[in-house]
């Protein structure tokens, strides 16, 4: 079965430091891949994605992922977390030749100490 | 161009009863899916409607269903409230027909609340 598992409910990290966050997928074929964020009591936004090519996708709000198929990952990561990057955090996959629905991770919420 | 749109935005309703939510998606948008996020659950898929047909379903009761208009509009309905409905209802939109690699476009929610 296709999924996508996020490694750590919950991350912290101090004001400046890295920010990786953890996202691995089970697929037969080559997966679409998105990252996206969500604060408190708003929809999802997406940050980035990985569809074909470049396999070092940059987001916004300086964030980038890269998908790496040999692993099966695709983690997020900042080199710098600011204050406004508290939220969770949702990787998803979509499966080609699959049903075309958005199957999501079950979440990390990052949290930023200053 | 405006977002998805959700209403309403928040809304409690007793148990037994039913409640429809409605989403408006991006114009030129035909791909409407709906989840519920819950703290213990997440994201649940609910279902997906393209072009007024339901294309996919989430493994949710029947209480649950949904449909799309002609202008890509979608409403979904619970029937028979239980207390367990209580969350976030999402819709999504897409330009999703062929093409995979469309990120889906979220609206704000519906906080739904079953007391």
């Known amino acids: 079965a296709q999924s996508v598992t996020q490694l750590g409910s919950h991350v912290s990290v101090s004001e400046g430091a890295l920010v990786l966050l953890r996202c691995n997928y089970s697929?037969?074929?080559?997966?679409?891949l998105f990252w996206y964020v969500q604060y408190p009591n708003q929809g999802l936004q997406l940050l980035l994605k990985?569809?074909?090519?470049?396999?070092l996708v940059k987001g916004i709000n300086g964030f980038e992922a890269e998908f790496k198929k040999s692993e099966t990952s695709f983690h997020l990561t900042k080199p710098s977390a600011h204050m406004s990057d508290a939220a969770e955090y949702f990787c998803?996959?979509?499966?080609?030749?699959?049903?075309?629905?958005?199957?999501f991770g079950t979440g990390t919420r990052l949290q930023v100490f200053p | 161009k405006a977002g998805v749109t959700q209403t309403p935005r928040y809304l409690i309703k007793t148990r037994g009863q039913q409640v429809t939510l409605s989403c408006s998606p991006i114009?030129?948008?035909?791909?409407v899916s709906w989840y519920q996020q819950t703290p213990g659950q997440g994201l649940q898929f609910l279902f997906e409607?393209?072009?007024?047909?339901?294309?996919n379903k989430g493994n949710f009761p029947g209480r649950f269903s949904g449909r799309q208009f002609s202008n890509s509009r979608s409403e979904m309905n619970v029937s028979t409230l239980e207390l367990g409905d209580s969350a976030l209802y999402l819709c999504?939109?897409?330009?999703?027909?062929?093409?995979?690699?469309?990120?889906?476009?979220f609206g704000q929610g519906t906080r739904l609340t079953v007391v």
């Open positions: 999504a939109s897409s330009l999703l027909g062929t093409a995979m690699n469309t990120e889906a476009f």
């Open positions: 697929s037969s074929v080559p997966p679409y």
């Open positions: 990985y569809t074909t090519g470049a396999t």
């Open positions: 998803a996959v979509r499966i080609p030749r699959n049903t075309d629905k958005l199957i």
């Open positions: 114009s030129g948008h035909r791909s």
């Open positions: 409607y393209f072009s007024e047909t339901q294309r």
